[in-house]
């Protein structure tokens, strides 16, 4: 069963159950305890399974264990397993996957005429075996096939990793050139970024200097126009406390006025009531006339007494009224030359 899988006719139908992984399995032969890395696999060929084991070191040393139906019910007896074929198939892929993970670790015990191959568990007391296959040691035959497919495997990697390796090759070629493109695209921004920077800066100074300049002369205004301004407002100062006073001298003077005016109305209301009283007495007068002729000339007198009496009253009215008239019309004609000299200010 062991040269069913080193045939080339075979070598197309063979399926790998566990790929080829190194596991740390000890060696105990005769008293003499050693740890070797080895390579471990699991192959399948239509109702047969080949566990293969090969020394890392030494590639001479080569063990196999090929499980059948037959076989397997031998190990089953043996055992007391109580799967089927593939069940045990499923539960060895298992327990290679939990060696992987070293739940559970691998031991090959060299007996006196053959090999078992041992899978166990750590145990503080006493190791516990989960399953144990008996190996063979490969004949030169088998060795030399899988020398061949492993070399023929390598070779095949090596011409994918020197291919590849082209490729990488060519694409470093290609970014070579690429990263030269772009180096020479680099230089030329760079050179046209110094370019806008030096432009952009010499704009930037004249714009400064055009502000500085536009800045001096408005402070240059400005303080001519704050100087004008404060003048001007120390003008309207002085006006305007001069309107002040001779708004005070004409307010005065107008109360003086309004007082004058009352005074010479009073008057004018007591002369008023004196007139109607000469004139009652006239009327009284001019009743007693036809009576009296003895005193005619007497009452004649003192009505033209009294009608000089009216006519100083009236003049003294008249005059009152002209006086009065002036002085609002040098009042008015004040205010408006005030308000004609602001507005000139102006």
């Known amino acids: 069963m062991d040269q069913c899988f080193a045939n080339e006719t075979n070598h197309r139908l063979i399926q790998q159950l566990c790929p080829t992984y190194q596991f740390q399995i000890n060696i105990c032969t005769f008293q003499v305890n050693n740890v070797k890395l080895f390579n471990l696999s699991l192959e399948k060929l239509e109702n047969m399974i080949q566990l293969r084991i090969s020394d890392v070191n030494a590639t001479n040393k080569m063990y196999l264990c090929t499980i059948d139906g037959t076989s397997y019910h031998e190990i089953k007896t043996e055992q007391s397993l109580q799967v089927n074929f593939?069940?045990?198939?499923?539960?060895?892929?298992?327990?290679?996957?939990?060696c992987k993970k070293n739940e559970l670790h691998i031991s090959l015990v060299q007996n006196s005429s053959h090999f078992v191959l041992q899978f166990y568990e750590k145990r503080s007391l006493k190791n516990l075996i989960h399953l144990f296959l008996r190996v063979q040691e490969a004949s030169p035959q088998v060795i030399m096939h899988h020398m061949n497919v492993t070399l023929t495997n390598l070779k095949d990697e090596v011409a994918s990793v020197t291919s590849q390796n082209n490729f990488l090759q060519n694409e470093l070629h290609k970014r070579d050139f690429h990263i030269q493109e772009f180096q020479s695209e680099i230089v030329g921004l760079k050179n046209k970024i110094a370019e806008n920077e030096n432009m952009i800066l010499h704009r930037n100074t004249e714009e400064i200097k055009r502000l500085n300049q536009e800045i001096k002369n408005v402070e240059t205004n400005k303080e001519f126009e704050e100087n004008r301004l404060k003048t001007l407002v120390?003008?309207?100062?002085?006006?305007?406390?001069?309107?002040?006073?001779?708004?005070?001298?004409?307010?005065?003077?107008?109360?003086?006025?309004?007082?004058?005016y009352e005074t010479l109305k009073h008057e004018l209301d007591d002369m008023k009531?004196?007139?109607?009283?000469?004139?009652?007495?006239?009327?009284?007068?001019?009743n007693n006339l036809n009576i009296s002729d003895g005193k005619e000339k007497q009452q004649r007198k003192r009505i033209d007494d009294i009608n000089q009496q009216m006519v100083e009253y009236e003049e003294k009215m008249r005059l009152a009224n002209k006086e009065k008239v002036i002085i609002l019309n040098w009042f008015i004609n004040s205010l408006q030359h005030n308000t004609q000299s602001l507005n000139d200010d102006e």
């Open 273 to 286: 009531k004196k007139l109607n009283a000469i004139s009652a007495d006239n009327n009284r007068l001019k």
């Open 86 to 98: 593939q069940g045990f198939i499923d539960h060895l892929v298992t327990i290679l996957d939990s």
């Open 234 to 260: 120390k003008t309207y100062e002085v006006k305007v406390d001069q309107l002040t006073r001779d708004n005070f001298a004409i307010n005065e003077k107008l109360m003086l006025e309004s007082k004058k």
